[in-house]
């Protein structure tokens, strides 16, 4: 087992740079997946808003206690330095103005000119409060038009716009299993495979595929197919090692074992794996320089990541994007993950034929390697200069 325990020991002295990216992955990833999985619940959270009425009417009185319902009122001097001076550090978000004439035009014609405002810069919650105050409006003019007076008006129309209605967010059958957390970890996986397997395996393999190392191991005992086992023996335990290591965090991030349709995701992981694996050999093939090798990581890990819906969901890229994606493995990953995680509706058969994709990859950039090396052997021995014997001199 010497060239195993060769393998081990040059594996060792790059493990801790590519170790330094599942470090770093799982620092993020978990709080980044936490926060992917609180996103999905809408939360309507209130802003400081200061009110200034110069119309002074019960009508403006109303609507002041109306956004009071809403939102936080904050007390503040009508004068311009203070107001901007208060919207710059945020003691203040929003500033509104109800103009003087406000109740005479809630009920004629024109309703232009009822507020002003004033904030920093545009953002959710400033537009939220346009949205309420539109809302309020036309609600109030609404219930005036179907014969209610002011008062009963104006009150039916905050009631009616500060209802707030029960969401429940329904997920496609056999997504269930897979928590929001460990979904998005898992999509989040395809990069640092990509990136800790080209990083740690790509420099042993190089090392011990030198010309040197291989002619020193021809010319002994050793035979090429115990030679290729051993080589092989170490790919697999590093490979299958850091796999389980991720799986483990996988069960950390959804909260328990695994159950039922999850274990898609568990076998969809451990085929890219393979991919990854398979696409290190074929670097390997070409003989690059580290330099080259860590300049392939991080193009065909952010690449793939970005054209494939790693990191911007599928639902986003462009219809030229996805059709150019179709032709690197990441695509078909990402549409399992999307599938599993109900963003897609789940066929059993579809994801099948996704993973079977994905095997394909892989047998056929294995393939292409195992090309590329035997020409280049077989290329690196037909230069092989020709010995001849020299005639001796008497």
């Known amino acids: 087992m010497q060239v195993f325990k060769l393998f081990m020991k040059v594996l060792k002295k790059n493990l801790f740079t590519s170790m330094i990216y599942v470090i770093v992955f799982v620092a993020i990833s978990i709080p980044m997946a936490r926060s992917a999985a609180a996103d999905k619940a809408f939360k309507d959270t209130p802003i400081k808003i200061a009110v200034f009425d110069e119309d002074d009417t019960p009508e403006s009185r109303a609507l002041t206690e109306f956004i009071g319902r809403k939102h936080k009122l904050v007390e503040l001097e009508n004068d311009k330095d203070k107001i901007m001076q208060a919207l710059y550090f945020e003691t203040v978000n929003y500033v509104l103005i109800i103009n003087d004439g406000y109740a005479e035009r809630l009920v004629g014609s024109d309703t232009d000119g009822l507020f002003s405002t004033q904030h920093i810069h545009e953002s959710y919650a400033t537009v939220m409060v346009s949205q309420l105050l539109d809302s309020y409006v036309g609600s109030v003019r609404a219930y005036l038009a179907s014969g209610a007076d ?31 957390a460990s979904s998005t970890h898992f999509r ?3 990069y640092i495979l990509i990136s800790v397997i080209i990083n740690a395996l790509c420099p042993v393999l190089l090392k011990l595929g030198k010309k040197e190392f291989r002619f020193r191991t021809n010319c002994s005992c050793m035979k090429s197919a115990s030679y290729s086992i051993q080589v092989f023996a170490g790919s697999a335990v590093f490979i ?6 991720l799986m483990v965090v996988s069960v950390v991030q959804n909260g328990g074992m695994f ?48 054209l494939c819906g790693v990191f ?36 059993g058969s579809r994801l099948a034929m996704y993973m079977l994709i994905e095997l394909g990859f892989a ?25 001849t014997a020299q005639p001796q001199k008497q």
């Open 150 to 180: 002011m008062s009963e008006a104006q009150q039916s129309a905050a009631d009616a716009v500060l209802s707030q209605a029960e969401v429940t967010i329904a997920r496609s059958k056999g997504s269930e299993d897979l928590s929001e």
């Open 188 to 190: 989040y996986l395809t």
């Open 240 to 245: 299958a090692g850091l796999w389980l290591l």
């Open 259 to 306: 159950t039922g349709t999850a274990w898609y995701a568990v076998l969809n992981s451990l085929i890219y794996t393979l991919i990854c694996a398979a696409i290190a050999l074929l670097i390997c093939s070409f003989e690059p320089s580290d330099t080259v090798v860590n300049l392939l990581t991080q193009i065909i890990g952010l690449g793939s990541s970005f």
């Open 312 to 347: 911007i969901p599928q639902s986003m890229l462009g219809e030229g994007v996805l059709a150019a994606a179709k032709f690197l493995p990441a695509y078909w990953y990402v549409k399992v993950m999307e599938m599993l995680s109900g963003s897609e509706a789940f066929d």
């Open 363 to 387: 047998v056929a950039l294995l393939l292409i390697a195992l090309v590329v090396n035997r020409v280049k052997y077989s290329s690196a021995a037909i230069k092989l200069p020709k010995l």
